[in-house]
């Protein structure tokens, strides 16, 4: 039987979660944004109160909830709060618990779970290279063995938190491209605990964006870094193997943001809709206003639905790498057309830094090119749901 409805603990998930995100208000995450410093406040308070332990396994004292609840736990935060505020569930609860919780072994994975669940670390995933773009086989970074471990070298860009984290996943090359016996052989997937290198360094420099200012970009550079043989994420040469779950996990993140953020704005548009008047009427009498608003919230309920098809998947073990893109790319361009709308709804006043309109413009247009651009779920969802010739 399909059941839709939210249970009730999934309901008190939301309501504990949307109490603590609206201590932190529109002022919180202007300034933030404005000054691009971390938000640690919140980070702080989201450890304090335990959301770190939300998909730790129990038997690591965690509460051990699946990809479902931490889907409504990123969606009720970017409704409340905005995008920021969700991306860092994001990068601890997805990047580094879900992963490490997955793909992690031995003494290193129970160690990280505990200290990620009380809020010891941050994380950033290093994927992206200047050279290779959206083609992961053509990364240059490279791990080569060294006695009990690996040697790093290379440079990622756009990595977000890279300034602020503690741990990273950072994938190599640890067989040469011709060398491979299968064209997807050849990577490794390195856990590397940036407080406690051995040898060698990794520079870090901002990038001034556009989106997320406060979580910021980072060009990462890795020069001799050396990572023992037991921080391997997964298996040696197999990365690529298990990128698919790493990505579907971060899809199903990045649309319950999206959703989420579309529904703040949306609230917001409409609120304005009714109270603003020209013309001796609310602007929200016209149609011109209400239908883009009608579509907006149309497009984010169809988006939400697939997003929760995929976390159920994810959770039963099934492939959900379709669900999943399809609901990376509803959600982004949902949250996107919403805060556009928003926009025009807000007229002027939605270019005034302090209507905070802006500012969720910014942010909902990273998801439509980051970190799938839409034109590559395009891609995939062409071949694996229509059958049509692999396009990249
Ligand atoms: C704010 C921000 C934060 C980010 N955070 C991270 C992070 O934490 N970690 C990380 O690893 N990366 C991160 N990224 C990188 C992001 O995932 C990439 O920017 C994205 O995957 C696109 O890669 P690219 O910029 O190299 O674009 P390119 O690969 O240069 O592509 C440019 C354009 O061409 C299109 N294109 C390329 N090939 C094809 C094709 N075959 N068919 C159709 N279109 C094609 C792409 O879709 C894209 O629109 C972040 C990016 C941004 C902007």
Redesign the pocket.
Known sequence: MLNYEETEDQKLLRETIGALAIQFGDEYWRNKDTSGEFPREYFEALARDGWFNLNVPQELGGTGLGMVETAIVINEVAKKAGMAASDILMAICVFAIQTIKSFAKGPLRDRLLQELAQGKHIM?????E?G????TLDIATTATKDGDGFIINGA??????AHEATIMNVVARTTPKHEARKRTDGLTIFLVETNNLRQGKIRKKRID????RSLG?NEVFFDNVYVPSENIIGEHDKGWDILPALLNAERISTASMSVGLGQLVLEKACDYAKSRQVFSRPIGSNQAIQFPLAKAKTDLEGAWAVTQRASWEFDNGLDCAVAANVAAYMGARAAFFASDRAIQTYGGLGFAKNSDIERHWRDSR?FR????????AL?FLAQRMLGLPR??
Request: net charge negative; charged share 10%; aromatic share 10%.
């Open positions: 950033s995933f290093c994927l992206t200047p290779a773009g959206v083609n990622k860009i756009w990595i977000t938190l964006d556009l989106s997320m970009s990273l090119t980051g970190p799938v651009p839409e034109e590559m891609n396009s990249y």
